[in-house]
């Protein structure tokens, strides 16, 4: 073999015919992945954003890396169970202690990347595992035991977890690279994490475990993941008493077999006394030794286990994209019905405003008292009977001397709208709040917040889009009066006299001008329609109405539109569109690992 390789950039090296499209397949996957909001608890969630997580690591740690440069040496992470003797086989594996053993849980602090000196750049540049910083360790000379904590130059007492330690090591052949990982079950969350992940980055596994543990559940869970991966494995058996071995090889082998696994080498370490630096005799791992010699000198072999475990790798992943496309989509159909339900609350109460604007309830109370105030009865009616041209005139003059109880009417209404307003509000959050506090999903997204009444300031923002509203009747006078006649007829009201007029007919009125309803507020309303009529014609009083109360309606909706707001500002952006996307993906991923 040479050893003046250098590591190719990316896109270049032996990589895989589809490789540009494949790689940005690949990215596109990896910033979609990032991208999934999952918030709602749903059953399928923690499992999904689990999933994402995993995919996301694998992508970063290995399937990206390794598309892109199939030339690249193999990475052999050697895991196993808590005290199975990682950290004893690979000083065994180069011949001297570099990685640290003990009795104490856990030793491996730190993963340990061994490998030759010449292939220091396919690790130093973070092309694999980039997640984890490097440490540069030392190479430690034969005969030289390392000191307690670690290999010398480094100290994995201090180092971060997240940290990899890198050591060159001549005895380490080139072409292919041992990873010491930390222990399966470890009593460390963080270290057990970390062995799962140094595991997905794995191109091949050496599995240690000893001739009483071989049959636990947590190592054989992830050997069950090797063989749905397609991934090589070798399995060391470690401490395995000689008059026991037979028989206890030939178990371990039946059950590699039942599991999917027949074809993993499997290697036997007898149960020895260790040297005095705790070391193996070389002879017990030499087959071992020999075999991943053997394999660091095939090029054709090592490219062959890179795509083997490179195809499982694609193909599991894209099953999980499926997956996640499913929760995602779960996640869309939850959210489409708390978001039904809030929007079904607050239309159900545009509704009751619209109602309460149009039947006359309006009109009862203060709105009432000032609109008689205002054009007062007897007289006035029968003025009106008479000759509505006297009743203008004379209504004119009243308008025109006294303004103030036109506007003691606006004022009014705006307080006994914006009273139903806020009122009908209130209601449409609180049954927002009960509907998605009956829900697991809508109560995780409420948390301790109270949503159940309206915002801090809506009842500001009510009273000015009132103000607004009413501003705007006036602006519909003046406009329908623009020419000369009407306008001498409208002046001679007054503007705030024809506003609120206007404002009693919609109230009053249930489709248009016709249907009056004079039972609540008595004929008084009748003195609106007809004080308009004479001004601008009947058709134009009805068309006026109806701009108005549709221009109200049309606020009304927005004040509750924007109030609604504040629960459905708490879902996320569209997952069914996001898991439209996965879906793609997952089958695109699929077509990629039956090319690779």
Known sequence: ????????????GQDLETQPAGVRLLEDVRRDLAAVSLPLALPTAEQARLEIRNSVAQLDDYILPRYRSLDA???????GSTGAGKSTLVNALVGHPVTRAGAIRPTTRQPILLHHPSEAEWFEDQRVLPGLSRIRGTVVPAGVTPAP????GTSTDTAPVSSLVLVGEHAVPEGIALLDAPDVDSISDENRRLAGQLLAAADLWIFVTTANRYADAVPWKLL????????????????????????????????????????????????VALGSSGMLPAETVQPLKAWLRGLADDAAARTDIARRTLHGAVRELGQRVGRIADAAREQGRAATVLGGDVRAAYQDAGTR????????????????????DFVGTGEFFRSLEQNVGRFRDRV??????????????????????QAVILDEAAKAAEDADQRWRSDPAGRQLLGTDDLSGTSPGFGDLVAAEIRDWQAGLMELIRTE????????????????????????VVFSMTAGLTGLEIGVAGGTAVVGQKLLEAVFGEDAVRRLARTARDDLASRCRGLLAAEQERFLNRLAPDTGQ???????????????????
């Open 73 to 79: 040496p193999l990475l052999a992470v050697v895991g």
């Open 396 to 417: 004119g003059a009243f308008f025109r001397g006294e303004p103030a109880p036109a506007v003691k009417v606006e004022t009014a209404i705006e307080t006994g709208l």
């Open 353 to 372: 405003i619209i109602d309460a604007t149009k039947d006359g309830a309006l009109l009862r109370g203060e709105v009432l008292a000032r609109w008689q």
């Open 1 to 12: 073999m040479t050893s003046d390789r250098i590591p190719p950039t990316q896109g270049q």
């Open 481 to 504: 009066g623009q020419d000369k006649r009407t306008q001498a007829r409208w002046l001679s009201f007054g503007i705030n006299g024809l506003g609120a007029a206007l404002m009693i």
């Open 149 to 152: 904590g670690g290999p010398p």
């Open 224 to 271: 069950l993941n090797a063989a749905s991966r397609d991934i090589m494995v070798a399995v060391v058996l470690d401490r395995v008493p000689p008059a026991a071995e037979a028989e206890v090889s030939e178990d371990l082998r039946s059950m590699l077999a039942r599991e999917g696994l027949g074809a993993a080498r499997l290697f036997v370490i007898p149960e």
């Open 578 to 596: 996001a898991a439209v996307g996965l879906a793609q993906h997952a089958q695109a991923l699929t077509r990629l690992a039956d090319a690779t």
